[in-house]
């Protein structure tokens, strides 16, 4: 399991709009159909945010000197 980054306040943000709007859309879903809501394009953004702080993170200790 890789180790999750810490985000920064931005980061934490974007996470959080993304999983209201998630939320959201699983509130709006009808049930008739399944409750097969389609919510990969927001699971996607949220990995791109991490995958961006993880980025962000090497970057950082690189920079720094540290491993």
Do not use: C, F
Not at 13 to 41: E, F, P, S
């Amino acid at each position: 399991m890789a180790r999750e980054p810490k985000l920064t306040t931005s980061e934490k943000a974007k996470v959080a709009w993304y999983v209201a709007r998630m939320a959201k859309r699983g509130i709006a879903d009808d049930r008739l159909t399944g409750g097969r809501v389609h919510q990969r394009d927001l699971e996607r953004k949220v990995e791109r945010v991490i995958e961006q702080a993880r980025a962000r993170e090497e970057r950082d200790a690189k920079k720094n000197g540290r491993k």
